[in-house]
T-cell receptor, first 115, second 110 residues
Framework: GENVEQHPSTLSVQEGDSAVIKCTYS??????FPWYKQELGKRPQLIID?????GEKKDQRIAVTLNKTAKHFSLHITETQPEDSAVYFC??????????????FGQGTTLQVKP | NAGVTQTPKFRILKIGQSMTLQCAQD?????MYWYRQDPGMGLKLIYY???????DKGEVPNGYNVSRSTTEDFPLRLELAAPSQTSVYFC?????????FGPGTRLTVL
């Protein structure tokens, strides 16, 4: 089955700097890769996603890149702000013929943005 | 439109007790999921359902059971609670590609 590895587990940056979180996946049939942000005590919320037919997607200060050949994808946050501090999870949707929508999640990255 | 709701918000169980975590949605979504999130960890899929009457196991189903008699409700049953089941439980539904999560139930087994 699918396996998703996420790095780093913790990341501390100064306000205004950029942050990059990387994930690798194992199933070459995976075709959808969402990123979730989870604030302390809250539910995970989708912040951006990318499908396998696209190499890059951007939404204001966040962007996601996908390298299908290498089976890795990354989240980029520019001009970080204290409110970006949270846990970020990558995920990959299992591929194959049965479309169950199942996601396999990475272990999470705790991002701390220092004012 | 309440989205995905979960009850209770918090619960403390004694070892060996049983309980049902409730999940309901009013968006008429066919696909629903149950995850557990242990402290400092990612989300692990327990069970999922692709429609009323259809359920299947995820990565960590042992110690749990589910049913899906209606589109709206997807309860998760814990039989003989164990300390290893101390976790935060999230229910989610699928709309197009996106999974939307409920607010979670924090369960402690002592």
């Amino acid at each position: 089955g699918e396996n998703v590895e996420q790095h780093p587990s913790t990341l501390s940056v100064q306000e205004g700097d950029s942050a990059v979180i990387k994930c690798t996946y194992s199933d070459s049939a995976s075709n959808y890769f969402p990123w979730y942000k989870q604030e302390l005590g809250k539910r995970p919320q989708l912040i951006i996603d990318i499908r396998s037919n696209v190499g890059e997607k951007k939404d204001q200060r966040i962007a996601v890149t996908l390298n299908k050949t290498a089976k890795h994808f990354s989240l980029h946050i520019t001009e970080t702000q204290p409110e970006d501090s949270a846990v970020y999870f990558c995920a990959a949707r299992e591929g194959g013929s049965s479309n169950t929508g199942k996601l396999i999640f990475g272990q999470g990255t705790t991002l701390q943005v220092k004012p | 439109n309440a989205g995905v709701t979960q009850t209770p918000k918090f619960r403390i169980l004694k070892i060996g007790q049983s309980m049902t975590l409730q999940c309901a949605q009013d968006m008429n979504h066919n696909y629903m999921y149950w995850y557990r999130q242990d402290p400092g960890m990612g989300l692990k899929l327990i069970y999922y359902s692709v429609g009323a009457g259809i359920t299947d196991k995820g990565e960590v189903p042992n110690g749990y059971n589910v049913s899906r008699s209606t589109t709206e409700d997807f309860p998760l049953r814990l039989e003989l609670a164990a300390p290893s089941q101390t976790s935060v439980y999230f229910c989610a539904t699928l709309s197009t590609d996106t999974q939307y999560f409920g607010p979670g139930t924090r369960l402690t087994v002592l």
